[in-house]
């Protein structure tokens, strides 16, 4: 098992530009998150997903986009990148809803936006 | 609303000796709690969580959390800290009707060889 994994790895992008970040996870987790992390302020909540086809915010969701078209896959969209979005991406997957399910984390993509 | 508070953004400790790395919570209902670590240029990865009934949890490469009712306090532990154990600790607690999680702000953990 791959577990989660995300792509790209890196990545640098000029004000205005659009990119996708993909979320892959095959163990058939319901529950797939996409959060960013940026020092002294811990990890935020972007979007989350609680089944294919389904989506929600989080408490930092604007200026991101993202769609759960299949089971295994998160994409997290920015349609107009700004340099306040500069910040590691991380993805997570979670099996389900139940309060004793540890979440997974994917490698992370450093972001910068110039 | 459920939340952890991580008091506490550095821990030194020597290598050897023993570690802790502090948090509280506040919720509401039976507690859930969960630590993950975060390696230099990795995801985080999940090390340990509460099962109500056992306050003396262990988990992933030696670490262990002491549960407090009365604290509200669920400190993560190691009787001899390595090296390798340098990294980046945080609390969390499920929210958001176990939907979502909210984690703390994160301790910078540091073993000084």
């Known amino acids: 098992n791959a577990g989660v994994t995300q792509t790209p790895k890196f990545r640098v992008l000029k004000t205005g530009q659009s990119m996708t970040l993909l979320c892959a996870q095959d163990?058939?987790?319901?529950?797939m998150y996409w959060y960013r992390q940026d020092p002294g302020m811990g990890l935020r909540l972007i979007h989350y997903?609680?089944?294919?086809?389904?989506?929600a915010k989080g408490e930092v969701p604007d200026g991101y986009n993202v769609s759960r078209l299949k089971k295994q896959n998160f994409l997290l969209g920015l349609e107009s990148a700004a340099p306040s979005q500069t910040s590691v991406y991380f993805c997570?997957?979670?099996?389900?809803?139940?309060?004793?399910?540890?979440?997974?984390f994917g490698p992370g993509t450093r972001l910068t936006v110039l | 609303a459920q939340s952890v508070a991580q008091p506490e953004d550095q821990v030194n400790v020597a290598e050897g000796n023993p570690l802790t790395v502090k948090c509280t919570y506040s919720?509401?209902?039976?507690?859930?709690l969960f630590w993950y670590v975060q390696y230099p240029n990795r995801g985080l990865q999940f090390l340990l969580k509460?099962?109500?009934?056992?306050?003396l949890v262990k988990g992933s490469y030696g670490f262990e959390a002491e549960f407090n009712k009365s604290q509200t306090s669920f400190h993560l532990k190691k009787p001899s800290a390595l090296v390798s154990d340098s990294a980046l600790y945080f609390c969390?607690?499920?929210?958001?009707?176990?939907?979502?999680?909210?984690f703390g702000i994160g301790t910078k953990l540091q073993v000084i060889p």
């Open positions: 919720v509401s209902g039976n507690p859930y």
């Open positions: 163990m058939n987790h319901e529950y």
């Open positions: 969390a607690v499920p929210s958001g009707g176990y939907q979502k999680v909210t």
């Open positions: 997903s609680v089944g294919e086809g389904t989506t």
């Open positions: 509460y099962i109500t009934g056992d306050n």
């Open positions: 997570a997957s979670k099996l389900a809803g139940g309060p004793l399910d540890e979440q997974f």
